[in-house]
């Protein structure tokens, strides 16, 4: 397979009578049914046996396996089967990162897969092709191989391999996060996601540089809304826009409420787009805590939209809008907004076009919010006045304990204001830090009343 939407299209809506010829290099065949139930005691006794295996049969057993399917043993694996010093649990991670694997060498892991389990499971740029994808995923779902699976970069693993991990997804009891990046999910793999994603385990889902726009994100939008599972779903860099993706986002948000993160980073939904979402996220009571919008082509106007879904917004704890050009009258537009939510613990406002007057802005919000932890404003020309505000703010908040800001003064007219930028720095971290202090102190605190 190509890995060209007109395959995967093709592939869909073969006949069986086709779809025997294009697998014509693959043959599957039964064994006799003494075979198959020797077979499953087999894989009972390696069960049963696994505690007592020592590290040399281990490494036998991979060797074994690559003679037997005409590979070479990977020296990269080897040397990280050498470093292994406990047996009995899940082995760190297994990084076959640009090893590689062709369909042979994949069904020679298997040697390996039998016996050990991996937290992590590292095929990131291995050049998996259909079958060996095929043969991969299937090993990993019936071995409980991996609980961090990582396959970006495979994007030639066809119909064959989108099926198997479907599959995977679906039966394993530990798979719990899959990074599947810079792959296309054209229309069947949408499909297959689709189809496991409605009974997964899956609460991390990294889909960035995907080509998941339009017909493929409506499909999996789909699956999502019914899914109850998967917590943190990440769609950086999609080209989304600010039609019909941004519906979709926005359905998301409305029917889904176990959904805890959403990271839309580096797409173009803008500020029409943003309503969309922002009627969603209107009806999030106890669900995302986490929204990035980092660089969507937002301004100010759009802030009008965010502002008026996030007073009702109680579940928010993260909000990132940095790389937006928001201007000093996109934070005058969200102060008052900032201000009645309660919920808010982070907010990401970098390189977004504020000057002074909105840090000031900044600083009335801070003043009154009991809850905000982190204010990111760096790469933002805010001089001697804005960092003033900042800091006086700063002296009644009892909640602020990180402010990013840039490290370099900025230049002013009078040589003493340059002075002053360096000292009211030095008074904002200081305060600061005594606002981490007593956070500290009261945790600790709250920790050994609970004891008593």
């Known amino acids: 397979m190509t890995g060209s939407e007109e395959d995967y299209n093709a592939e869909l809506t073969a006949s069986p009578q086709s779809e025997k010829k294009c697998r014509g290099e693959k043959r599957v065949s039964f064994p006799p049914d003494e075979e198959i139930v020797s077979g499953f005691a087999e894989r009972k006794d390696l069960l049963r046996d696994v505690d007592s295996i020592t590290l040399k049969e281990i490494i036998a057993s991979y060797k074994q396996s690559c003679e037997k399917h005409q590979v070479e043993p990977k020296p990269k694996l080897l040397e990280q089967l050498q470093t292994i010093t406990d047996l009995h649990s899940r082995v760190r991670c297994l990084d076959l990162k640009d090893e590689w694997l062709d369909y042979q060498a994949c069904e020679s892991l298997e040697g390996l897969l039998k016996l050990l389990q991996y937290e992590f499971l590292n095929l990131q740029e291995a050049e998996l092709d259909e079958n060996g994808a095929s043969a991969l995923f299937d090993m990993i779902s019936y071995y409980d191989s991996a609980t961090h699976l990582n396959i970006s970069c495979n994007k ?115 500020d029409t787009g943003l309503e969309d979402i922002c009627e969603g996220l209107k009806v999030q009571k106890t669900g995302l805590r986490k929204l990035v919008l980092w660089n969507n082509l937002l301004t100010f106007k759009g802030m009008t939209h965010l502002a008026r879904a996030l007073p009702s917004v109680a579940s928010l704890e993260t909000l990132n809008l940095g790389q937006n050009i928001l201007q000093n009258k996109g934070i005058q537009r969200l102060k008052d907004a900032l201000i009645v939510n309660r919920s808010l613990l982070q907010l990401g406002l970098a390189s977004t076009k504020i000057t002074c007057e909105g840090a000031v802005a900044l600083a009335e919000f801070i003043a009154e919010s009991p809850r905000i932890q982190r204010l990111d404003v760096r790469k933002n020309l805010i001089r001697a006045g804005g960092l003033m505000a900042l800091s006086l703010a700063l002296q009644i908040n009892r909640s602020l304990i990180r402010v990013d800001l840039d490290k370099t003064v900025k230049k002013e007219k009078e040589e003493f204001l340059v002075e002053t930028q360096k000292t009211v720095l030095q008074e904002i971290w200081k305060n600061c830090m005594r606002n981490a202090a007593a956070a500290k102190h009261r945790m600790t605190s709250s920790a050994h009343s609970d004891q008593g």
């Open 156 to 270: 030639r693993i066809g119909a064959l391999g989108w099926r198997s991990l479907s599959r995977l997804i679906q039966q394993s009891s530990c798979l719990w996060r899959l990074d599947a990046c810079n792959i296309p999910v054209l229309e069947y793999p949408a499909q297959a996601m689709s189809r496991a994603l409605q009974s997964s385990r899956l609460a991390v889902l990294h889909f960035e540089k995907t080509c998941v726009s339009g017909r493929p994100l409506f499909t999996l939008v789909s699956a999502l809304k019914l899914n109850t599972a998967l917590q943190e779903l990440y769609l950086a860099d999609n080209d989304l826009n600010s039609f019909q993706d941004s519906m979709q986002l926005g359905d998301l948000l409305k029917y889904n409420h176990t959904l805890r993160v959403l990271d839309l980073s580096n797409n173009l939904i803008s």
